[in-house]
Each structure stands twice: as structure tokens, then as C-alpha cells.
């Protein structure tokens, strides 16, 4: 994919010079400011959220272990709640020189990130949480629940780097294939051997959508840099009929995004328009990303809990991973400077607005839908990584995503994560939810 050059643009669209740290509770402005980053062959831009103080917050918004499992047994645990534990023998399944699948922004390694401490720890969780340890993933074990089958990621670049990590781990038993039809979003990785396909569908919103001022169709992900200059048309009650059609073809879906919904967007519902997000439109109500990011999974789930276009299989909500900028943001100083997680014993800390919103509401709007699921037979799950990755500001490319004057536009970058790196567990987390333990 060629890089886009229109990030001189955006320097002008972002807004605010807030600062923020970790370890201190500034006031919190009213505006937030906003930054991206483009792709990278086949990454996908994001939206960060600049200048937003942390601050102290209970992250779950509802018990989640009472939400983890729709359509099936319960859940025994919340493998969400627990800390990261030093471990000095762990080693990454897979490296830059061992997969050809890492992406520039994501290659701390070969960018010479100073320390490879952060690859030193393992999430456990909570001892009297009933979950027991969370099992490294096995590759052997993954690829024999999964034959004859396919798993289809739905989502932005945070969901590229999830299917960039699960394929590099998995590579390191066979070789995938890999194809694409960029123009169409989607990406594909074929284990032949193991009868097992990967699939990426690159949306920055999971609805219909369209460029307001573009072609009548949604654009794919070759020009992410005029869907952040948007404004972009969201349709909040129509799934993205592209990656829905394709639904009935997997086995597995698995759903994301959120970032992208801070951006200038005209919202619909039936048709009409119902209000917009910075968009200067007279006598249109103004409505906030919130309100859109919520009625957008509000409709996805449960379009896949009603077995939409003949889906019967499992379907995984993972949670926003949150920012870790401290000290300004993209084009200001911000930067991402920690070694090591978190202290467990420390209180949390936790993301401001709109990110915790747009956790709530995929917590709140998934309890919602399961009912729905159990009707239907579609097996719906939760991957809550919120909590976890909300420890870990060391995992971040901070500014190793890119080599000396090579960083097309941005520098530092808080919101992507090395690979390998901590979103390495969430495949632990999905072989577990794909097996039946979660």
C-alpha cells in the first residue's frame, strides 16, 4: 500500500495543547484534541484522544464476570481482573526476524527500542478469581480447535496488530499464505495445512458508512488518510453490509473500533439525519461520539446475537485498549516513556473521556445482546482487555515505530503496541474463549 501523504494536513486539524500525566489529576478541559496515525502497509489509522488527564475510576462499569458468556455456559471466572507478574524466562513466540507480517509502527525491535523489558511479563489473574493461571498459547492446541474452520477480525489498526500477532505466533508452526483485496478492506492469511483461514476486515466504524464529500460506497483502507480528514456519513443502525455478507463464511467473528468515532461524522438513523459531530450544520442537532459509538455497537451485536445473514458461529467483542500519552500528545510532547507495567499496587489509572465511554457502552450494549444470543444460538463473548493494557504504558512504540527521520509525518506514538509485545495475550485470552474455559 503507498503512504499517504496528507499528513501535513492533519497538523492542522488537530486541536488543544493540553498535558497530562500519570501522575497527577489535572483539571480536565472540555475540548479534547485529537491526533492519528496513517498506515503503514496495510496498518490502519486511529484516532488518539490528546491532552486528556487520567484519572482515578472503578474501570468496569457492571460486573463483568456476570456479562463474559452470552448463548452458552456461563463463565466460571473473570480472567480480566489480576496483574502483570515479572517473569525473567518468558520469551516472545515470534520476533521481527522470525515473521515478515510486522508492520513499521509495530517493529519496537528493529526501530531499537532501548529495553526488551517489555517482554518480561505475563498477565495473571486474580488467585481468587476461579480462573487458575492463564495458560501460554499454544499454537498445536489452537491450530486443532480451529480446523477446517476461519476467524474473521473486524476492526482498525489496533484489530490489524491483534491479527498481525495471532499469525505471527501462528507462523511459527506453518507458513501462511496471504492475500488481499485492499480496495475492498479485506486481508487473508491460509494455513493449508491446518485447514484454517484468518481474515481482516479493515473499518473504522463497523456501520455503513461513506467519505460525506466522497464516492457513494465506502473507500478501503488504501485511503484512510481522506477518511480521517473526513467528515464521514454513519449510517448508526445498518451494519457494514461489506463484512456482514462475509460473516456467514466463518466461523468466528470478532469485533472492534472505536478510536475513529471522535472524528468530524453526520449521523443517521432510517435515513434521515439525526445529528452530526463537528460538522457546522444548521439546524442539526449537535451529538457527541459517545451517542454514535454506542448506537454503532448497539447495532453490530446485535446484528451477530440475531444470527445476522445466516451467522451461526462465535462472535468475540474485544474492548477498547486504552492511550498512554503523558505530558502533551502527538504533535506536542506527549511520549510514553515507562520500562515496566504499572505497580499493582498502586490505585488504577484510567482513561478520560470519550475512551471511557466507549468501554462502558461496549460492556453495557454486550449484556444487552446476550439474551438475544442465547434465542438465536450464537455463541457471544467477551474479550475485556481494558483493565489489563490500561497497565501496561510501557508496551507502546513510544518512538521506536519508526527508524531516524523515517516517521512520515508523526513521531511518537503511545497508542499502537510493539509486536511482539503485551497484545500478545489477548491471543491467550481468544484460544481460551475459542476452547470454552471463558
Same mark, same amino acid.
Given at each position: 500500500?503507498?503512504?499517504?501523504?496528507?499528513?501535513?494536513?492533519?497538523?492542522?486539524?488537530?486541536?488543544?495543547?493540553?498535558?497530562?500525566?500519570?501522575?497527577?489529576?489535572?483539571?480536565?478541559?472540555?475540548?479534547?484534541?485529537?491526533?492519528?496515525?496513517?498506515?503503514?502497509?496495510?496498518?490502519?489509522?486511529?484516532?488518539?484522544?490528546?491532552?486528556?488527564?487520567?484519572?482515578?475510576?472503578?474501570?468496569?462499569?457492571?460486573?463483568?464476570?456476570?456479562?463474559?458468556? &452470552?448463548?452458552?455456559?456461563? &463463565?466460571?471466572?473473570?480472567? @480480566?481482573?489480576?496483574?502483570?507478574?515479572?517473569?525473567?524466562?518468558?520469551?516472545?513466540?515470534? @520476533?521481527?526476524?522470525?515473521?515478515?507480517?510486522?508492520?513499521?509502527?509495530?517493529?519496537?525491535?528493529?526501530?531499537?527500542?532501548?529495553?526488551?523489558?517489555?517482554?518480561?511479563?505475563?498477565?495473571?489473574?486474580?488467585?481468587?478469581?476461579?480462573?487458575?493461571?492463564?495458560?501460554?498459547?499454544?499454537?498445536?492446541?489452537?491450530?486443532?480447535?480451529?480446523?477446517?474452520?476461519?476467524?474473521?477480525?473486524?476492526?482498525?489498526?489496533?484489530?490489524?496488530?491483534?491479527?498481525?500477532?495471532?499469525?505471527?505466533?501462528?507462523?511459527?508452526?506453518?507458513?501462511?499464505?496471504?492475500?488481499?483485496?485492499?480496495?475492498?478492506?479485506?486481508?487473508?492469511?491460509?494455513?493449508?495445512?491446518?485447514?484454517?483461514?484468518?481474515?481482516?476486515?479493515?473499518?473504522?466504524?463497523?456501520?455503513?458508512?461513506?467519505?460525506?464529500?466522497?464516492?457513494?460506497?465506502?473507500?478501503?483502507?488504501?485511503?484512510?488518510?481522506?477518511?480521517?480528514?473526513?467528515?464521514?456519513?454513519?449510517?448508526?443502525?445498518?451494519?457494514?453490509?461489506?463484512?456482514?455478507?462475509? &460473516?456467514?463464511?466463518?466461523? *468466528?467473528?470478532?469485533?472492534?473500533?472505536?478510536?475513529?468515532?471522535?472524528?468530524?461524522?453526520?449521523?443517521?438513523?432510517?435515513?434521515?439525519?439525526?445529528?452530526?459531530?463537528?460538522?457546522?450544520?444548521?439546524?442539526? @442537532? &449537535?451529538?457527541?461520539?459517545?451517542?454514535?459509538?454506542?448506537?454503532?455497537?448497539?447495532?453490530?451485536?446485535?446484528?451477530?446475537?440475531?444470527?445476522?445473514?445466516?451467522?451461526?458461529?462465535?462472535?468475540?467483542?474485544?474492548?477498547?485498549?486504552?492511550?498512554?500519552?503523558?505530558?502533551?500528545?502527538?504533535?506536542?510532547?506527549?511520549?510514553?516513556?515507562? @520500562?515496566?507495567?504499572?505497580?499493582?499496587?498502586?490505585?488504577?489509572?484510567?482513561?478520560?473521556?470519550?475512551?471511557?465511554?466507549? *468501554?462502558?457502552?461496549?460492556?453495557?450494549?454486550?449484556?444487552?445482546?446476550?439474551?438475544?444470543?442465547?434465542?438465536?444460538?450464537?455463541?457471544?463473548?467477551?474479550?475485556?482487555?481494558?483493565?489489563?493494557?490500561?497497565?501496561?504504558?510501557?508496551?507502546?512504540?513510544?518512538?521506536?515505530?519508526?527508524?531516524?527521520?523515517?516517521?512520515?509525518?508523526?513521531?511518537?506514538?503511545?497508542?499502537?503496541?510493539?509486536?511482539?509485545?503485551?497484545?500478545?495475550?489477548?491471543?491467550?485470552?481468544?484460544?481460551?474463549?475459542?476452547?470454552?474455559?471463558?
Amino acid at each position: 500500500m503507498k503512504t499517504l501523504t496528507v499528513i501535513q494536513s492533519i497538523r492542522g486539524l488537530l486541536i488543544g495543547d493540553h498535558r497530562r500525566s500519570r501522575h497527577a489529576v489535572p483539571k480536565i478541559k472540555s475540548v479534547p484534541a485529537l491526533a492519528a496515525v496513517l498506515c503503514f502497509a496495510g496498518a490502519t489509522l486511529s484516532v488518539l484522544f490528546l491532552g486528556r488527564p487520567f484519572q482515578w475510576w472503578s474501570p468496569s462499569p457492571t460486573p463483568i464476570s456476570s456479562s463474559l458468556s &452470552a448463548g452458552g455456559a456461563g &463463565a466460571a471466572c473473570d480472567p @480480566t481482573l489480576g496483574r502483570w507478574v515479572r517473569d525473567p524466562t518468558a520469551r516472545p513466540h515470534y @520476533t521481527n526476524a522470525t515473521c515478515a507480517f510486522i508492520e513499521g509502527y509495530q517493529n519496537c525491535l528493529k526501530h531499537g527500542k532501548p529495553s526488551v523489558e517489555f517482554l518480561r511479563w505475563r498477565w495473571q489473574p486474580e488467585p481468587d478469581g476461579g480462573c487458575g493461571e492463564l495458560e501460554r498459547f499454544d499454537a498445536a492446541r489452537f491450530f486443532r480447535l480451529v480446523r477446517g474452520r476461519s476467524i474473521l477480525f473486524v476492526g482498525d489498526s489496533l484489530a490489524s496488530s491483534h491479527v498481525r500477532s495471532l499469525v505471527c505466533t501462528l507462523s511459527q508452526v506453518e507458513s501462511p499464505s496471504r492475500s488481499s483485496r485492499s480496495a475492498e478492506g479485506f486481508e487473508y492469511w491460509r494455513f493449508p495445512a491446518h485447514a484454517f483461514t484468518v481474515a481482516f476486515f479493515w473499518t473504522p466504524f463497523q456501520v455503513r458508512w461513506r467519505l460525506t464529500r466522497g464516492p457513494p460506497e465506502a473507500v478501503g483502507p488504501d485511503r484512510q488518510g481522506e477518511v480521517f480528514a473526513g467528515p464521514s456519513d454513519l449510517h448508526l443502525d445498518e451494519p457494514d453490509g461489506r463484512w456482514t455478507a462475509a &460473516a456467514k463464511d466463518h466461523d *468466528y467473528v470478532v469485533v472492534s473500533a472505536s478510536h475513529w468515532f471522535a472524528r468530524p461524522a453526520v449521523y443517521y438513523s432510517g435515513g434521515q439525519v439525526v445529528g452530526c459531530h463537528r460538522c457546522d450544520m444548521a439546524n442539526v @442537532t &449537535a451529538l457527541t461520539p459517545q451517542y454514535a459509538q454506542r448506537a454503532a455497537f448497539r447495532t453490530v451485536l446485535w446484528a451477530l446475537a440475531g444470527g445476522m445473514e445466516g451467522f451461526k458461529g462465535t462472535a468475540v467483542l474485544r474492548t477498547v485498549a486504552p492511550t498512554h500519552y503523558e505530558n502533551g500528545g502527538w504533535f506536542d510532547g506527549g511520549e510514553c516513556t515507562a @520500562t515496566r507495567p504499572a505497580d499493582p499496587e498502586d490505585p488504577p489509572l484510567e482513561m478520560a473521556e470519550p475512551e471511557r465511554d466507549f *468501554y462502558a457502552a461496549q460492556v453495557e450494549e454486550f449484556a444487552a445482546a446476550a439474551e438475544d444470543a442465547r434465542r438465536n444460538g450464537v455463541r457471544l463473548r467477551v474479550m475485556d482487555v481494558t483493565k489489563m493494557m490500561l497497565r501496561r504504558p510501557d508496551g507502546h512504540p513510544d518512538r521506536y515505530g519508526h527508524g531516524p527521520g523515517d516517521h512520515e509525518g508523526f513521531d511518537i506514538d503511545c497508542l499502537h503496541w510493539c509486536l511482539p509485545g503485551p497484545i500478545d495475550v489477548w491471543n491467550e485470552l481468544l484460544l481460551q474463549i475459542l476452547a470454552g474455559r471463558y
